[in-house]
């Protein structure tokens, strides 16, 4: 993990400048594989946050991975948070106490997809976008033949507004699956898909549009898909 530059504001307290660098450090080891150029703005009087209350906190961050995923720059705002500084400064691990909504923007690269495309959170999220587009086309028992395939997936190719996967099945059967993404709104994406190919041979396909339901907790404004490069700008929660 490279070294983390912290910037105060509006606090001069020693033992926060003291305390709380080291105690971040320790908190993001456990939450991340790696990170590198990170910024930390921290906004807050020593008063408030000596008692464990946060008003604002800033992040820009160079790259990161985060269980296998690897992520690109970012720069991310939280309010209002809650940490047991208190507990801290007895030496204890920071945790997060109450939910954070953490806005900002996020950029993807082809090469970051790739780099993670044995990770386990783009391994289930793939399977799940291949289960939507089978249960979208009438098969009841998509989850069922989706698990009981092998994929090998070897590249996630990003164009102007849509996606290729490509990779393999266990039998060697060259699979492919291309469609265009479309933001329907701030908590759905529109999947239209352009090309099936060695997924399920036995069925028939009639490559019908669907959406997938980010879910409640995320807030999307923008999602661009140009060559090579996902952007995203919008919140999500962090739950403690």
């Known amino acids: 993990m490279s070294e983390i530059t912290f910037m105060w504001v509006n606090t001069q307290s020693e033992i926060i400048s003291k305390v709380l660098p080291p105690a971040v450090r320790l908190f993001l080891r456990t939450q991340v594989e790696q990170i590198e150029d990170l910024e930390m703005q921290l906004q807050g009087h020593d008063r408030q946050i000596l008692r464990g209350y946060i008003p604002g906190v800033f992040l820009a961050v160079g790259k990161a991975i985060y269980q296998g995923l690897h992520l690109g720059k970012a720069q991310l705002r939280g309010e209002n948070i809650r940490l047991n500084i208190g507990q801290v400064l007895r030496g204890k691990p920071l945790k997060i106490l109450e939910p954070i909504r ?7 690269n082809e090469q970051d997809l790739n780099n993670s495309i044995a990770s386990t959170i783009l391994v289930n999220a793939l399977a799940d976008l291949l289960i939507f587009s089978l249960e979208n086309n009438g098969i009841v028992n998509a989850r069922e033949i989706i698990s009981q395939q092998r994929f090998n997936w070897k590249n996630v190719l990003l164009n102007q507004g849509y996606f290729s996967l490509l990779g393999h099945r266990e039998t060697g059967a060259e699979v492919i699956f291309t469609a265009d993404i479309t933001l329907k709104d701030a908590r759905t994406l529109g999947i239209i898909p352009r090309q099936w190919q060695g997924l399920a041979p036995d069925l028939s396909i009639d490559l019908q549009p669907f ?7 995320v807030e999307i404004k923008s999602f661009i898909l140009d060559a090579q490069t996902l952007f995203c700008q919008g919140s999500f929660l962090i739950l403690p």
């Open 211 to 217: 959406t997938v339901d980010l879910g409640k907790d």
């Open 102 to 108: 953490v806005s900002g923007e996020v950029e993807i």
